[in-house]
């Protein structure tokens, strides 16, 4: 009976990328994957005839250079496309847009106003500075400030010393920024609208928090994490879609001997004794492993694949009250044309970037209220990209495909589940805001994927489809992600791990919670970790 | 409750600023901006060599560095300034207003005259430096390098004033060396020969106003024109014609920039960090750490930063000083590390050049207190001179001395001299 030194379960990018380390240290591994294809929430699916659907995540920014170089995925196919900024449409028929060059992106502020447009240097200041305090904590595991081992209270050194190295106005600033909404946050910096909707929408992505809402403002430093000491720099398409990172990986794991059994649902951890000895598959087939490591975010993990009796009552319920709550909903559209936007200059390099259409905080805020009610909003927040503008390999030749992000859409509507019909309403909240700015809409539509938290609970496996795993709030951030005292990828079970979003430093494609947890795994079984390059400097 | 339906949005109602925001939408096609100089510039740019200007495509240099550099000092130089930064400040409270916000006290400049200053944050950090123009009892032209717009207006709450941006609505011309005074006498100016140094006056020009101020930025005779922009072109072509004889030249930013150096003068975000801008805190710098202590004035009433920056001085916690070094030899220390008895590290040379005028290696560089305040002997520079792909290192002596590296008497002397 043979058993594997590891079984990762989950093919999304971050069980791949432990997966690659560990089978890297020369450990024998295995990924059971549910569906049929590996990626998760990073794939590209071909779900109408010649047209790819990054039917999940869509942009890569965060994605750490570091496990990139490790796991050598250029070598294995990855390449990123970069955009050049995005923008905002305004009801007036304007809009705002995001330039790259620094003096292009003041002009174009200034159009709205000339004061908003000189504030963005002492806001882009805050911002940065506050990426570089937290970005060296993103590869680094999170100490666990109960205990008195030499390595936690030296991590709890390192957090402290550089929080001590703050200035007072920098410690204050840290504060509010963990705390504050996005909304309050960005009121110290711009009075106008479009420009504070603008930024504003960095802080509610993924999230079941209104611009109103204390906390998120750390969400929009999340989604700057990327662009620090020009270790990534800009947002990018990953060309043939983002299946095309976790393609990278597996290949980067196969390369290195790693197996992956697609098509083999995990229906539970076998556990004995109180130690993990393998998953039972949907089948009842017993895979036998001498650790275990899922890529599930938490609540999966503890309260589906693991019987409650096996865990402590604090943990079980510190598990159930985890937020990870279903925002979000995404269209995904093939379109026989490029959609033509009046507003917008033919030439303008918007049509190549991130579009939206709420153009103030307080519509965002309402579209919040329609999550709170338990409905889909009427007014949604888009975040709407075509990467085929700069990658003709996802769809035939003058063809496009479309990925829209919606956000507010609940994980249960009205307290029930959602319907065919629900969808159905939804999927035109979202078409009726697109056609009202770009005429004829509609008529392009070759073919249309939707996905409410339903729906990406069912096929990706993200417990109320919540894209972050788990909420990105200051209470579950650090070391009490997800669990006080469970914030070092480990669980109650010896030999279960954690290595999905739910663990630090959190969601998006980025990979580090994949790579720490592999630097813990192989802590444990004492096996070096000379193939795990260290984070990069910010100096 | 039942699912809302969706309501268009739309705003229907015309509006004039949407319309002139609309036409204002295809600046993305043009990423470098023109000024209002940029035709002659462009027909004098032979060499193409430009750099950013805050937006604007400016000459490093237009034909040759080191003749342009010769025009500033022995003949006419013309500089167009139009990419700096100019903020118009007008009202009742303009005078109270800006003694409030700037080091310097407002109180004490003359209308008709220009003093340089510069502005703290509330921790005493220096925001910017700049030269503030008394245009009338109520009106002052501020101009710098980097933007203040919403601090300038945040400061304006309870006074009595009006800040407008007005960069691209004024162009600006510098106007420096010997014959420039005699170059704008011939254009016809009359009474500019009354202009002393940081005087200004208005002047008749092409059915417009040009205001003129004996200023500059290069330690020279020189001036500075400020004209409405739709009237840049005839001003130039009028100085240009009136200079022909007495060698006047369009130059770049290279040139400017060595001249700036031998008149020992410091530029943002080059010599030292604005607040604004610096993301690391230990970067940020006060008036007295960065050699505009002299414009501090604790005489006047309170103005920004006041508090901090008396305490800084106090309780000794000032940890920088800025000085002029005189290095030995030739070779130009640009971005050396000095050192403290050829070991110890000091500070840093922000700029460094060969002074043609004073045949001496001259240098600007930011030392740690008490280094260069109270210790200023044994200082050497460490020169990392890039040869044909090889360091040569060199260990260079370098002397703390008084800035202006030169001093020319034909800046200051009234009547200015005809050459």
Redesign the interface.
């Known amino acids: 009976m043979k058993a594997w030194d590891a079984i990762v379960i989950g093919g999304g990018h971050n069980g791949l990328v432990n997966a690659c380390y560990l089978q890297r240290a020369g450990l024998n591994v295995l990924v059971v994957e549910k569906n049929d294809w590996v990626g998760g929430a990073a794939t590209s699916r071909e779900l109408t005839p010649g047209f790819l659907y990054s039917n999940c995540s869509y942009v890569c920014s965060l994605f750490r250079p570091e496990i990139m170089r490790d796991l050598e995925l250029p070598r294995f196919g990855l390449q990123v496309i970069s955009y050049e900024g995005g923008a905002v449409f305004t009801r007036d028929g304007d809009y705002l847009a995001n330039y790259r060059d620094h003096d292009a992106h003041r002009r174009e502020f200034a159009r709205f106003s000339r004061r908003d447009a000189e504030a963005y240097d002492r806001y882009s200041r805050d911002v940065t500075r506050q990426c570089r305090f937290i970005q060296p904590l993103l590869m680094r595991t999170a100490p666990d400030p109960t205990s008195f081992k030499p390595r936690d209270l030296g991590e709890l050194l390192y957090l402290g010393r550089k929080f001590a190295g703050l200035s007072a106005e920098e410690m204050a600033l840290t504060l509010r920024f963990w705390t504050m909404s996005i909304s309050d946050f960005l009121d110290e910096y711009f009075e106008t609208d479009v420009i504070k909707a603008n930024f504003a929408l960095s802080g509610i992505i993924g999230t079941a928090l209104g611009p109103m809402s204390p906390g998120t403002a750390y969400v929009l430093l999340h989604h700057y994490m990327g662009e620090v000491d020009g270790s990534v720099g800009a947002w990018g398409y990953a060309r043939g879609g983002m299946g095309a990172v976790t393609k990278a990986l597996a290949a980067s794991f196969k390369a290195s001997g790693g197996t992956i059994r697609t098509g083999a649902e995990v229906d539970r951890v076998l556990i004995r004794n109180g130690k993990a000895k393998g998953v039972v598959l949907a089948g009842g087939e017993e895979v036998y492993g001498k650790l275990v490591v899922s890529n599930a975010d938490v609540k999966r993990t503890f309260l589906k694949l693991v019987e409650e009796k096996e865990l402590p009552d604090t943990y079980l319920r510190r598990v159930r009250n985890f937020k990870i709550r279903g925002s979000s909903g995404k269209v995904n559209i093939a379109l026989d044309s490029l959609p033509e936007f009046p507003a917008l200059p033919k030439d303008s390099p918007v049509y190549r970037a991130d579009m939206h259409f709420t153009d103030s905080i307080e519509r965002m805020e309402r579209a919040y209220d329609d999550w709170k009610a338990g409905r889909w909003s009427a007014d949604p927040f888009l975040d709407m990209v075509i990467p085929t503008t700069l990658d003709p390999t996802m769809a035939p030749p003058g063809k496009h495909f479309m990925s829209c992000f919606v956000q507010y859409a609940p994980p249960k509507i009205d307290g029930r589940d959602w319907t065919d019909a629900d969808r159905d309403g939804f999927t035109e909240s979202v078409i009726a805001q697109i056609a009202e700015y770009s005429p004829g809409f509609r008529d392009r539509i070759v073919h249309m994927e939707v996905r409410t938290p339903r729906e990406i609970e069912a096929e990706v496996g993200l417990t109320e489809g919540n894209i972050f795993q788990g909420e990105l709030t200051f209470d579950q951030l650090l070391f009490n992600r997800p669990v006080p005292g469970y914030a070092q990828y480990r669980s109650p079970i010896g030999g279960l791990y954690m290595c999905g979003s739910s663990t630090h430093p959190g969601g998006g494609v980025m990979g580090a919670p994949g790579r720490n947890a592999a630097a813990e795994i192989l802590r444990d079984l004492a096996k070096p970790t000379l193939h795990m390059s260290q984070a990069h400097d910010v100096i | 409750?039942?699912?809302?339906?969706?309501?268009?949005?739309?705003?229907t109602e015309a509006?004039t600023a949407?319309e002139a925001?609309?036409i204002?939408?295809?600046?993305?096609?043009t990423?470098?901006l023109g000024t209002p100089f940029q035709p002659r510039i462009d027909a004098l740019g032979l060499k193409q060599d430009w750099y950013?200007w805050?937006?604007y495509r400016a000459p490093h240099s237009l034909w040759d560095e080191e003749l342009e550099y010769f025009a500033i000092r022995s003949q006419a130089a013309l500089f167009d300034i139009s990419p700096m930064t100019k903020y118009r400040i007008e009202g009742p409270d303009a005078e109270a207003y800006l003694d409030r916000i700037t080091l310097r006290d407002v109180t004490r400049l003359e209308p008709g005259r220009v003093h340089y200053t510069a502005w703290c944050d509330d921790?005493g950090f220096v925001l910017d430096d700049g030269t503030l123009f008394r245009l009338s009892p109520t009106r002052f032209r501020l101009c710098s390098q980097?933007?203040?717009?919403?601090w300038l207006?945040d400061s304006g709450i309870g006074y009595e004033v009006s800040v407008e941006?007005e960069t691209e609505a004024v162009a600006g011309l510098a106007l420096q060396g010997p014959t420039s005074f005699a170059v704008l006498r011939d254009a016809g100016f009359a009474g500019v020969e009354r202009l002393k140094v940081f005087d200004l006056a208005e002047f008749a020009h092409d059915d417009a106003t040009v205001t003129i101020s004996r200023t500059g930025f290069t330690g020279d005779l020189g001036y500075e024109l400020f004209v409405p922009a739709d009237k840049a072109l005839s001003l130039w072509d009028r100085l240009m014609a009136a200079g022909e004889l007495r060698g006047i030249r369009a130059i770049g930013y290279t040139a400017l920039n060595r001249a700036r150096l031998e008149a020992g003068l410091i530029i943002a975000n080059a010599d030292f960090a604005t607040a604004?801008?610096?993301?690391r805190?230990d970067r940020l710098r006060m008036p007295d750490e960065i050699g505009l202590g002299f414009m501090v004035d604790p005489q006047k009433g309170h103005f920004n930063g006041r508090r901090a920056i008396l305490e800084a001085r106090a309780k000794k916690k000032l940890r920088h000083v800025l000085v002029g070094l005189e290095i030995e030899g030739n070779i130009p220390a640009e971005h050396a590390i000095v050192y403290y008895r050829r070991s110890q590290e000091v500070g840093l040379v922000s700029a460094a050049m060969w002074s043609p005028m004073a045949k001496r290696n001259i240098a600007i560089a930011s030392l740690q207190r008490p280094y260069g305040d109270t210790i200023v002997d044994d200082f050497w520079v460490e020169i990392y001179a890039m040869r044909e792909l090889q360091y040569q290192k060199l260990m260079k002596r370098a002397k703390v001395v008084q800035r202006p590296f030169i001093k020319l008497d034909r800046r200051t002397a009234n009547p200015p001299a005809d050459f």
């Not at chain 2, 409750?1 to 739309?10: E, H, L």
């Not at chain 2, 980097?146 to 919403?150: N, Q, S, V, W």
């Not at chain 2, 604004?276 to 993301?279: D, K, M, N, S, V």
């Open positions: 409750m039942a699912q809302a339906t969706r309501k268009k949005p739309f705003v509006d949407v925001r609309t204002a939408q295809s600046h993305f096609r990423l470098r950013n805050a937006g921790e980097e933007r203040h717009l919403p207006l941006e604004e801008h610096a993301i805190t």
